[in-house]
């Protein structure tokens, strides 16, 4: 099965679009959360998403969004971007976002936003923080996001964690250590390239591959513009920060 697996799409329409269309034919999508907040097209993310084969769970935005968690604790542009995504879901895309759990299995992969142990909140940054999640999931693989930042994380049969940050293209074959990974965020990239970041997964070969993916920056922050929302957010996607 090949699937292509998608972070932090935050409602970037462009983004999402690119990638989608980059990554070719996939039997599915495995979405890690934050769909919305921070950009300009909540509900037209979450209806091409839908339109898709796909999984998903929730990430702190979108529980923002939902109103099921206190925003004090963002940053003021973010609460901004969060006020206005609640005002913009239809009733449509609350219910869908409403449904989204806070993890999930499927066979050997574990899905949670931030971190196993944490799965909406917490971020894994290092190896540290990494080393603290494999205690919390039961399968060979965890996928995450809400870093928007690619990143993997082997665990050897000596309890060794090893972190590296793939570039576009680069591939990692499953086997026998334990992996934490992240694609990297489709919407709002965070590691200074402002390119799209997602990953495709082939279940069978067990490879899996980083991939970058150019999209028209401009569009979105145009849209942005249109919204009102905040400048530093528009800024920020042309530097990939
Ligand atoms: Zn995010």
């Known amino acids: 099965m090949r699937v292509g697996i998608v972070s932090d799409i935050h409602a970037n329409l462009a983004a999402f679009q690119a990638v989608l269309a980059d990554m070719g034919a996939v039997d599915t999508l495995w979405c890690l959360g934050d769909l919305v907040g921070y ?30 968690l206190d925003i004090s604790e963002f940053n003021a542009a973010a609460a901004i971007s969060a006020r206005w995504t609640s005002q913009a879901l239809t009733p449509e895309s609350l219910a869908y976002l409403q449904s989204l759990p806070e993890r999930l299995v499927w066979g050997d992969f574990t899905l949670a936003h931030g971190s196993p142990r944490e799965p909406v909140w917490e971020y894994i940054l290092d190896e540290s923080g990494a080393a603290a999640g494999f205690a919390y999931f039961d399968t060979g693989a965890c996928l995450v996001g809400h870093t ?33 990974a992240n694609p990297g965020g489709v919407g709002q990239p965070r590691d200074g390239d402002p390119r799209a970041a997602y990953a495709l997964l082939d279940t069978q070969s067990r490879v899996l591959e980083w991939r970058r993916v150019a999209y028209p920056i401009q569009t979105t922050q145009d849209r942005m513009r249109e919204a009102a929302l905040p400048q530093s957010l528009i800024d920020r996607l042309a530097y990939g920060w």
């Open 39 to 68: 950009g300009p097209d909540p509900n037209e993310c979450i209806a091409l998403l839908r339109r898709h084969e796909h999984i998903c769970i929730v990430g702190n935005h979108d529980q923002a969004a939902i109103g099921n």
């Open 148 to 180: 928007h930042c690619p990143a993997l994380y082997r665990l050897s049969s000596v309890n060794r964690v090893t972190g590296t940050t793939p570039g576009a293209g680069d591939c990692f074959i499953l086997g026998d250590d334990r992996i934490i």
